[in-house]
C-alpha cells in the first residue's frame, strides 16, 4: 500500500516454478472503503518480467521491484533479473536503476530501512546450493542524491514522540522547513512477500516555521498499531533519516 487505500501489484507467475514471470503492474483501490467497488487500473509493464521479486514502498510513495527471475526456479542462478525497477504513482511507469551485484531469487528479501535505503538480502536456503546467499546489498534510491551525483542534503526531525494514538495530533519539529511527511510500517518480510507493507502521507494541521502538528488517521484499517517509521521530506522529495514512533 503506496497511499491509503492504494495498492500496487507487480509480477508473479500463473505456476509456482518453472513458468515465466509476467511483466503486469496494477494499481488496485480500495480506498472509497467497505461496500464501495474496487478499481483496478493496469500501469505500464515493468521493463522486465518477474516473479520471486520483492516490492519496497519508499517515503516518497514510489516503489521499488528487487531480484526475482523472468523464469522461476528455486534454489538456482539461473534467469535471474538483476536490474531494480522504480514505479512512479505520478506517471504510472517504471525506469531502471543501477543493477544489484548479487542475484536474488527464491527466499529473497528486501526492506526499508530507516535511513531511506532499501536492504536486499537472501536467496536460496537448500544448503549449500549455489543460489544461496547468505549476505546483503544496500540500494541508495535516487532521491538521496543530488542532480550533479553527490549526496542530496536532507532534512533532519529534531522532535518526534516515541508513541501516539491513532486519531492523534502530534508535534514534530524540523531543522529547517519540510514539505511534506509520511509513515512506513516497519516490514515484515518471508518468500518475497510483505502482506503489512503500507504507508501513509501525513498532511500538517497546522504549522509554524520549523514545527508542525500532524493529525494521525483514526482508522484502524489504516494506521495499525505498532513501530512506523517517521520520514520528513523536503520540496524536491529528499527524506530525511526516519523517527521511530509506535501507534498504540
Not at 129 to 134: F, L, R, T
Amino acid at each position: 500500500m503506496y497511499d491509503v487505500g492504494k495498492i500496487l501489484k507487480v509480477g508473479g507467475s500463473l505456476v509456482y516454478a518453472g513458468q515465466p514471470g509476467n511483466d503486469g503492474a496494477y494499481v488496485i483501490d480500495i480506498s472509497k472503503g467497505v461496500g464501495s467497488p474496487v478499481t483496478v487500473t493496469k500501469q505500464a509493464p515493468m521493463p522486465s518480467p518477474r516473479g520471486f521479486a520483492n516490492s519496497v514502498v519508499l517515503p516518497s510513495g514510489e516503489v521499488v521491484i528487487l531480484g526475482g527471475m523472468n523464469i522461476l526456479l528455486s534454489y538456482q542462478d539461473v534467469r535471474n533479473v538483476m536490474m531494480p525497477d522504480l514505479w512512479s504513482p505520478t506517471t504510472g511507469k517504471f525506469r531502471r536503476l543501477a543493477p544489484m551485484k548479487v542475484p536474488r531469487g527464491y527466499h529473497s528479501i528486501a526492506l526499508l530501512l530507516p535511513d531511506a535505503r532499501v536492504l536486499a538480502a537472501g536467496g536460496g536456503a537448500c544448503g549449500g546450493c549455489a543460489g544461496d546467499h547468505p549476505d546483503i546489498e544496500i540500494l541508495s534510491p535516487p532521491y538521496l542524491f543530488a542532480e550533479d551525483g553527490k549526496p542530496a542534503s536532507r532534512p533532519v526531525i529534531t522532535g518526534a514522540p516515541a508513541a501516539a494514538a491513532r486519531g492523534a495530533t502530534i508535534a514534530v519539529t524540523t531543522e529547517r522547513p519540510a514539505a511534506s511527511f509520511a509513515l512506513v510500517r516497519l516490514n515484515s518480510v518471508s518468500h518475497s512477500t510483505d502482506n503489512d507493507q503500507r504507508r501513509v502521507p501525513l498532511t500538517p494541521a497546522s504549522s509554524s516555521g520549523t514545527s508542525y502538528q500532524l493529525r494521525l488517521p483514526t482508522d484502524s484499517g489504516v494506521l495499525l498499531p505498532g513501530p512506523w517509521m517517521l520520514f520528513a521530506m523536503d520540496e524536491k522529495g529528499v527524506p530525511s533519516v526516519a523517527r521511530v514512533v509506535r501507534i498504540q
